[in-house]
């Protein structure tokens, strides 16, 4: 019974931790901002979201995969959120911004 509760409890903060990433990703206004809000939330979210899924499988072959799982994504998500940054911060990507955004499809 325990369990349960807490498997739900991880699920579901997990769950709306994505959310609230997704959502840092249509509001905020550059790029190094979006990058930061989906890196920090969506790595988060998806510890919670397998650490529930982990405690709903109970001991078994399942969890070792998820275990698995949650080991490669805190690996190749920060890799590839640095390689993605550093990339833009090195050609000097326009950091486009929501209200110039706003200015230039009023303008066509």
Not at 21 to 33: L, S
């Amino acid at each position: 019974m325990v369990q349960d509760y807490l498997s739900i409890i991880l699920l579901f903060s997990g769950s709306v931790l994505c959310l609230i990433g997704a959502f840092g990703i249509i509001k905020m206004p550059d790029f190094i901002t979006r990058v930061h809000a989906s890196s920090l939330i969506d790595s988060l979210g998806a510890v919670l979201i397998l650490s529930g899924l982990a405690i709903t499988s109970g001991m078994t072959f399942v969890t070792i995969k998820l275990m698995i799982i949650l080991a490669l994504l805190l690996v190749t998500g920060p890799t590839a959120i640095h390689a993605l940054v550093n990339t833009a911060m090195h050609d000097d990507v326009n950091h486009i911004q929501a209200k110039d955004q706003k200015d230039s499809s009023s303008n066509i």
